[in-house]
């Protein structure tokens, strides 16, 4: 029962760290724990086993969140540059574009200009 609701609760966790700040932990937390302790009481475990289910319960929730906020924090740095012309969030966003994308006729997000591809120039 357990490593049921830890995986249910990683994967709530990471959902959680991929949109929303750390603050939300605080409720997400509560709502496990509470969830925990109903689930043990409604199928009569034992004390003990409650307290174990709800831990895991909330370290999964918790190291969710952190693997949530990583895979945030990785596809922010890849990402390509903005449609306004600013840099991405890190530099190896701003340096990974098409060749065609440095002689500026190319713009990020722009599909206007599919019709007269031309080849970059030497």
């Given at each position: 029962?357990?490593?049921?609701?830890?995986?249910?609760?990683?994967?709530?966790g990471?959902?959680?760290?991929?949109?929303?700040?750390?603050?939300i932990?605080?409720?997400?937390?509560?709502?496990?724990?509470?969830?925990?302790i109903?689930?043990?009481?409604?199928?009569?475990?034992?004390?003990w086993?409650?307290?174990?289910?709800?831990?895991?319960?909330v370290?999964?929730?918790?190291?969710?969140?952190?693997?949530?906020?990583?895979?945030?924090?990785?596809?922010?740095?890849?990402?390509?540059?903005?449609?306004?012309g600013?840099?991405?969030?890190?530099?190896?966003?701003?340096?990974?574009?098409?060749?065609?994308?440095?002689?500026?006729?190319?713009?990020s997000?722009?599909?206007?200009?599919?019709?007269?591809?031309?080849?970059?120039?030497a």
């Amino acid at each position: 029962m357990a490593f049921e609701l830890a995986i249910i609760g990683v994967v709530v966790g990471i959902v959680l760290g991929l949109r929303y700040k750390i603050l939300i932990l605080v409720p997400a937390v509560l709502f496990a724990m509470i969830f925990a302790i109903i689930v043990g009481v409604a199928r009569a475990d034992s004390f003990w086993s409650i307290v174990l289910t709800t831990v895991a319960l909330v370290t999964a929730v918790q190291l969710g969140y952190l693997a949530g906020i990583v895979i945030h924090a990785a596809i922010a740095s890849i990402r390509p540059p903005r449609k306004d012309g600013s840099k991405s969030d890190s530099e190896i966003g701003y340096a990974w574009q098409h060749p065609w994308q440095e002689d500026g006729w190319a713009r990020s997000g722009s599909i206007v200009h599919l019709h007269r591809l031309r080849p970059p120039q030497a």
